[in-house]
Structure formats: structure tokens, C-alpha cells
T-cell receptor, first 114, second 115 residues
């Protein structure tokens, strides 16, 4: 069965510092996608970054980057120069094949301290 | 701007009184999803539509129904809300792309309270 595990229910970071959120997954598929979604308090869920499994290069979006370790089935999110607006719940998710559904992790609540 | 719109943002209903939540999209996506999300939990998929093809999750209670009259609109009907149905309901859309390239775009959600 495909599963996504986020082992850190809560994290905190000082403003302007760097934080890494962990995600591991389990799959027997070779072609799949991984996603990080952000859900700020009382605001809508938005996609932060995605990674295609067949691409070895780690995805980057401005201050957000991933460390994708396919063999280890690890997909961590690094947030550089953390800002107060980064405070949110972050969900790691997986999708594969012709399945239109996402497999979600339980989320990591990130607090950013001024 | 193209987007996913959910109405209302907050809905209060009485125990057992039917309620309908609505979702509309201007993205022209052929897949629409309904999720239930309880506090500090991951979204739980209730069902999704691929065009007019309805796909129910095995563990979605019969109390939850959905309608998609056209590409742009999708409704979630809760026939007899119970206290346990109080939650945030999220609507999402995606294009049906190959190989799991399944970026979902979410509405702001409807927070349902059951009194």
C-alpha cells in the first residue's frame, strides 16, 4: 500500500532562519509525483512545490526547495529565510499512475517566531 | 482570475437538517473533488468526479451525496448531518493528466457547524 509519513507534527523556526520538514513515502511504483501543500490558518490550501520521480534534479521554487532521495523514499522540504507568512500546516502528498487521488501525510504545523 | 469558489464560507445547520455546499470553478478542469477535513488533520477524500463519472470512496458514508450538473459546478449534499459531520469541507479541481501529475487547486473551504 502507498503511504506518506510526516514524522514531525509540529516545528518552529525563527524568522529569517532555515527549516526542513521531513516526509517519507512507500511505493512500488516507478513513475510518480510528490507534492508539498501549504494550508495557512483559515486560508486555502495551495501547492508549494512538486517533484517528478523520474527527475533527479531537486525542485526549487524561490525560498522553497526539496531534497528528493528516491532510493531512500524521502522528500523533505527546506524553507530558507523563513517569513511570518510561512506559518501554516504543511502537507506532503503523493500521486502515481492513472490514479487521480492524492495520498496525504498527516501534516506538520510550522510556527515562525519573530 | 481563474479559481475555485466555495459557498458559503461558513454554514450552520441543525442536527438532521439537510444541507448543501456548493463549489464552482473557472479553471475548466474535468476533475472535481470533495474532501472533509477535521481540525489539524489531513484532508479525507469523500468522492470525486471525472467529468460526469462519479467515484465514491469506499468509506464515505451514504449520508454524503454529490451532484455535478455541469463542468463548472459541483455540490455536496449531507442528507442528515450529525454532530460528527462538523468539519471543513474542501473542494478541489484538477486536470486529468497522465502519470499522476495531479496538481489539485483548492477552494477556501466551507466550515460546517452542526447544532
Amino acid at each position: 500500500a502507498q503511504t506518506v509519513t510526516q514524522s514531525q507534527p509540529e516545528m518552529s523556526v525563527q524568522e529569517a532562519e532555515t527549516v526542513t520538514l521531513s516526509c517519507t513515502y512507500d511505493t512500488s511504483e516507478s513513475d510518480y509525483y510528490l507534492f508539498w501543500y501549504k494550508q495557512p490558518p483559515s486560508r486555502q490550501m495551495i501547492l508549494v512545490i512538486r517533484q517528478e520521480a523520474y527527475k533527479q534534479q531537486n525542485a526549487t521554487e524561490n525560498r522553497f526547495s526539496v531534497n528528493f532521495q528516491k532510493a531512500a523514499k524521502s522528500f523533505s522540504l527546506k524553507i530558507s529565510d523563513s517569513q511570518l507568512g510561512d506559518a501554516a500546516m504543511y502537507f506532503c502528498a503523493y500521486s502515481a499512475g492513472n490514479n487521480r487521488k492524492l495520498i496525504w501525510g498527516l501534516g506538520t504545523s510550522l510556527a515562525v517566531n519573530p | 482570475d481563474a479559481m475555485v469558489i466555495q459557498n458559503p464560507r461558513y454554514q450552520v445547520t441543525q442536527f438532521g437538517k439537510p444541507v448543501t455546499l456548493s463549489c464552482s470553478q473557472t479553471l475548466n478542469h474535468n476533475v472535481m473533488y470533495w474532501y472533509q477535513q477535521k481540525s489539524s488533520q489531513a484532508p479525507k477524500l469523500l468522492f470525486h468526479y471525472y467529468d460526469k463519472d462519479f467515484n465514491n470512496e469506499a468509506d464515505t458514508p451514504d449520508n454524503f451525496q454529490s451532484r455535478r450538473p455541469n463542468t463548472s459546478f459541483c455540490f455536496l449534499d449531507i442528507r442528515s448531518p450529525g454532530l460528527g459531520d462538523a468539519a471543513m469541507y474542501l473542494c478541489a479541481t484538477s486536470r486529468d493528466l497522465r502519470g499522476g501529475e495531479n496538481i489539485q487547486y483548492f477552494g477556501a473551504g466551507t466550515r460546517l457547524s452542526v447544532l
